[in-house]
């Protein structure tokens, strides 16, 4: 299904480069890509991959299925405009775009635009992110299998209907991998009040992090509680530990951080 998209990656940065390293490693042929980014590392990266790079949007030699567009938000307003004349029935414009919403986007391309706008994560980088994707009503359920397809390249995917809720999106996952970083940073800094070793104490943090990311992941069928549940014996020491969080307000700080996160996002927006 990916395999046949003609694909634009207008911006070959941080997050256009990790789709890309993503589509190739799912199959996707390099003479399906092509990139347009003017930065020097941009174009040493589309050669050792094998990708073409244009100069300007009149350069591409087909139309292409997917326009992803890539850039920072900030520059949309000038970046989106100049692929206007490409907006047609069979062309999908996907944004990774932080804050960007449909209505701007068709502001920039046509109210008959098909767009789908995708929050994506950092851990795509290493093809754990998490995608969330809503799209515009006149998209054909090609187009957004396809997108779907292209984006678990780099990670799981999951649909919204309502972008309104984009913004807890962004709070959740779009800004989650910060919180576990935080509670990574914590995790290493008791470690070390506890008399650990400094690399002991890292290695300690970050591998009990990937691994109980990782337990989550895979075992679908068992919720983050049961999983819980089950390594916490009665008057046990990780019984102890979960004490001392609660009696902390972990739960009601998760929720505090997300809330501010949302309402960040709602003003920006
Ligand atoms: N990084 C993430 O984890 C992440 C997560 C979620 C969403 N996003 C979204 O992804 C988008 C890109 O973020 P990023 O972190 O990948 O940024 P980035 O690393 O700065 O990449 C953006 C790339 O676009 C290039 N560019 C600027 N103007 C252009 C133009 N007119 N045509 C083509 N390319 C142009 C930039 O070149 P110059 O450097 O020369 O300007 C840069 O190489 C943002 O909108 C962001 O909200 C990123």
Redesign the pocket.
């Known amino acids: 299904m990916i395999h046949s998209a003609r694909i634009l990656m207008?911006?070959?940065?941080?997050?256009?480069?990790?789709m890309v390293e993503g589509f190739l490693a799912k199959g996707v042929a390099p003479a399906n890509i092509t990139a347009?980014?003017?930065?020097p590392?941009?174009k040493e990266k589309a050669a050792q991959w094998g990708i073409e790079m244009i100069q300007k949007p009149e350069d591409l030699a087909h139309t292409p299925h997917f326009i992803i567009?890539?850039?920072?938000?900030q520059?949309?307003d000038?970046?989106a405009p100049?692929y206007k004349h490409l907006v047609s029935e069979g062309v999908c414009f996907l944004?990774?775009?932080?804050?960007?919403t449909i209505e701007k986007l068709k502001g920039y391309l046509a109210p008959q635009a098909r767009i789908i706008r995708a929050?994506?994560?950092?851990p795509?980088?290493v093809g754990a992110g998490m995608t969330v994707l809503c799209g515009t009503p006149n998209l054909a359920v090609e187009q957004m299998a396809v997108a779907e397809a292209l984006m678990a390249c780099v990670g799981e995917v999951a649909w919204i209907e309502d972008e309104h809720l984009m913004n807890a999106v962004t709070a959740v996952s779009?800004s989650g991998p910060a919180y576990f970083f935080r509670m990574m940073e914590a995790l290493e800094a008791a470690a070390l009040a506890q008399g650990l070793p400094a690399d002991v104490a890292r290695k300690l943090a970050v591998q009990t992090a990937y691994g109980a990311g990782k337990l989550a992941a895979e075992r679908t069928g068992t919720s983050p509680t049961d999983l819980r549940v089950a390594v916490t014996s009665p008057g046990g020491t990780t019984e102890a530990g979960l004490k001392a969080l609660d009696a902390h307000n972990f739960t009601q700080t998760v929720s505090a951080a997300v809330e501010a996160a949302t309402a960040r996002g709602n003003q920006l927006g």
């Open positions: 207008v911006g070959l940065g941080n997050m256009g480069g990790a347009l980014d003017s930065a590392a941009a567009l890539a850039v920072k938000p520059v949309m000038v970046v100049a944004s990774v775009a932080a804050g960007q929050m994506p994560n950092t795509a980088a779009g």
